[in-house]
């Protein structure tokens, strides 16, 4: 009479090892992908967070539309005179230094200066470049940045704002009109 076996053989165990480790392996391959993706997300909402920031500064400014303009990388210095008009402030500005601590806010706060680990700024985009361009009224802001992945590498509306983050370039457009005071 022969024995009748029962249980599961070692190859059996093997082979379901494996297949449940190429699905582990799966599912933590979607984790990065996915957290990638998300980060990526949030750059794009902080880049459109900034230009709309700088927009609202120049419709509240709009006698000095046209000095708003240029490059900006957040390489600028404070301003001599702080026109912060935080709750309870009372600071009476002329426009031309209105303009010169807007951009100096706005740049701060796009390259992260408020947030710092290990002396370096972490809380802004990476690699900010920021381009503003005032054509009488009409007004483009540009925002680019070094995102995570290379991309293929295509232009945005023929501008050249970031155009040295080469591949991993990242660019927020926003094109608007601007009555002038």
């Not at 996915?34 to 750059?43: C, G, H, L, M, P």
């Not at 902080?46 to 709309?52: E, T, V």
């Not at 920031?53 to 709009?62: A, F, Q």
Request: with cysteine; glycine share 10%; proline share 1%.
């Amino acid at each position: 009479m022969k024995k009748r076996r029962e249980g599961f053989s070692l190859i059996e165990v093997m082979v379901a090892l494996v297949i449940l480790v190429i699905g582990l392996i799966g599912i933590f391959n979607l984790h990065i992908v996915a957290k990638r993706a998300s980060f990526e997300s949030f750059q794009q909402t902080q880049a459109a967070y900034f230009a709309n920031d700088i927009l609202n500064r120049m419709k509240l400014n709009n006698k000095v539309l046209s000095s708003y303009e240029g490059s900006y990388d957040g390489g600028g210095s404070a301003p001599a005179k702080s026109c912060d008009v935080g709750l309870g402030a009372t600071v009476t500005c002329t426009t031309a230094e209105t303009l010169a601590w807007d951009l100096y806010q706005w740049q701060e706060l796009f390259t992260g200066a408020a947030e710092k680990a290990d002396s370096r700024n972490v809380g802004g985009l990476d690699s900010a470049t920021a381009c503003l361009t005032v054509d009488v009224s009409d007004v483009t802001i540009v925002m680019a940045w070094r995102g995570i992945q290379e991309t293929a590498g295509t232009a945005y509306e023929a501008t050249d704002c970031g155009d040295s983050l080469g591949k991993r370039r990242r660019v927020f457009i926003l094109k608007t009109v601007i009555n002038q005071g």
